[in-house]
């Protein structure tokens, strides 16, 4: 994590959607200090909310909080990590982001579907991460920050 901290470097245009959120939102991740795909998202995702200052991460851990956990489930699974985006005054869920970009998902099954073990697939996956270099992450988050920006319009318009 130490690493990605340092080298992450966020798009210009994600930067600019995440310094244009004007709703305060927490970012509710729940993960665990042992997970792999934890240790490859979640400094991307600090530096897009270090980016704005109405978004405030705050970080739970998965085994200490199993009700909250399984109702965030990804494919029947305990995956972290798990990012709930809520509407800080309310409360409000905008939208969910994890355990891992969609692209890495469909590699992970795809390996499973054909019977890699699980150092293998761990291994993999690392050698996925670093060729990506967060690239993908970025742009779903591009895609969820117009999201819940798009929620954020409705939900004033109805008031």
């Not at 244009?20 to 240790?39: F, H, Q």
């Not at 530096?47 to 085994?63: C, F, G, M, V």
């Not at 992970?108 to 993999?124: A, C, D, I, L, V």
Request: charged share 30%; glycine share 4%.
């Amino acid at each position: 994590m130490k690493r990605l901290e340092k080298t992450v470097q966020l798009h210009n245009s994600l930067k600019l959607k995440a310094q244009n959120i004007s709703r305060k939102m927490i970012w509710l991740i729940i993960t665990e200090g042992w997970c792999g795909d934890a240790a490859q998202n979640i400094p991307a995702i600090e530096k897009i909310a270090a980016e704005s200052p109405n978004i405030e991460t705050r970080y739970i851990l998965r085994d200490a909080n199993l009700d909250l956990m399984d109702k965030y489930l990804s494919y029947n699974a305990r995956s972290i990590p798990k990012l709930i985006a809520l509407d800080a005054g309310t409360l409000q869920e905008l939208g969910t982001w994890g355990p891992r970009p969609q692209a890495a998902m469909d590699y992970f099954f795809e390996m499973k579907h054909q019977g890699f073990e699980k150092p293998q697939m761990m291994e993999n996956m690392q050698r996925w991460y670093n060729q990506d270099k967060e690239e993908l992450l970025q742009a779903e988050f591009e895609t969820l920050l117009e999201k819940w920006a798009q929620r954020e319009k409705v939900a004033v318009n109805k008031n």
